[in-house]
């Protein structure tokens, strides 16, 4: 008989559903909300409200796609952490109920190491040791993975993530919320080199973004005094110098990790891996050093259900299963 995973996914503002046989990706149903937009980040309560909407269709339409029964499910996988607890709590909740109606099975999955684990999607496989900068909204982490549930963080942002600092600055800049991809599109369009914004010295292999991001609102700020058209007339050039900028402070380390442990396969993951000039980036570096680069197609780099469900595999095949009392953490480590 196949092994049926159905995967829920409710950390952030992103509602999806997966469905995955015997390992193999049938369906991946992401339900955007774009009622954030306006307030220039996610707004936790709305976050909740929608997940409650949207989670039956996106179950419903994750089973049509993939051609299965609900009755066909061996298990349910859910995001337990970290995330936004009221988020959180829907897709625990529907995934508990849901288990309970069929007697199946439930498969908590950490976040941040499924982030990891989308590799593992594909054909394509990064060998263990492997190192991943997982890069999104909420964390800046370098990983070690030794194996799929043996990971190790040996560096992160002291601070702030690097998608944080991409929101923030579009944020100044009077973009919509999520900020990451116009920066991005802007980007492609303009000069890096037009504007020079500073990199921080932080030791070992970790990470500050607080700093570039105070530096970013000062430069808009005393320019804008002088010429109130300044973010209209050069919108491009700033996000080409401000993506330059946070790209080169993440491989920089990525590099200094990679050769500190010798390591040559290095993957990229979490939203912010989406990131043109972050795959482009990577890709250079790795062509000069002789690296395997593994880089997420672009439906496993935002927040999706396919990476939880890829875990809910492998811990159903070594029989991890979590009880039905089981509640969502918020901050919640490897
Ligand atoms: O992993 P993710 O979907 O959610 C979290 O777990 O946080 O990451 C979301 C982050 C946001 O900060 C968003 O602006 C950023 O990823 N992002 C991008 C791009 N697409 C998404 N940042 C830069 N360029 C992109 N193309
Ligand atoms: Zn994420």
């Known amino acids: 008989m196949p092994l049926v995973i159905l995967a829920i996914e409710s950390s952030c503002d992103d509602t999806s559903a997966a469905v995955c046989v015997d390992g193999v990706m049938l369906s991946n149903v992401i339900a955007n909300q774009s009622i954030h937009e306006a307030y220039g980040g996610v ?32 298990a349910v996988a859910f995001t337990r952490g970290p995330g936004l607890l009221g988020s959180l709590l829907v897709g625990v909740s529907f995934a508990k109920a849901f288990a309970l109606a069929k007697n199946i099975p439930i498969i908590e999955v950490n976040h941040m190491q499924a982030h990891v684990l989308a590799h593992f999607i594909g054909d394509r496989k990064p060998s263990f040791p492997f190192l991943c900068l997982t890069v999104s909204g909420g964390h800046t982490q370098v990983v070690m993975v030794k194996d799929y549930f043996d990971m190790e963080v040996v560096g992160q942002t ?4 690097a998608g944080e600092a991409m929101d923030k600055t579009s944020k100044i800049l009077g973009l919509p919320y999520p900020g990451g991809p116009l920066i991005d599109k802007h980007a492609r369009l303009g000069n890096p080199d037009a504007y020079k914004f500073p990199e921080p ?23 804008v005094a002088l010429n109130s058209n300044f973010i209209a007339e050069n919108l491009n050039d700033i996000c ?60 496993y780099c935002t927040d999706n259900a396919a990476m939880i469900a890829i875990v809910g595999y492998h811990k159903y095949l070594k029989g991890e299963f979590a009880k039905q009392n089981i509640a969502p953490l918020a901050r919640m480590p490897f």
């Open 201 to 223: 010295q932080i030791p070992n292999f970790d990470f500050s973004f607080s700093g570039l991001k105070t530096s970013i609102l000062y430069f808009i700020r005393d320019n």
């Open 43 to 74: 707004v936790p309560e709305l976050a909740s409200r929608v997940h409650q909407q949207n989670i039956v269709p996106a179950v419903q339409q994750a089973l049509i796609n993939a051609k299965v029964s609900k009755n066909a499910v061996d």
């Open 158 to 161: 002291l601070d702030d993530a």
């Open 240 to 299: 080409a110098s401000v993506e330059k900028r946070i790209v080169t402070i993440l491989l920089n380390k990525l590099k200094k990790a990679a050769d500190f442990y010798g390591i040559k396969d290095i993957a990229l993951a979490g939203g912010v891996s989406a990131n043109t000039g972050l795959r482009q980036g990577l890709q250079q570096m790795g062509d000069k050093n002789g690296w395997n680069c593994f880089i997420p197609e672009m439906q």
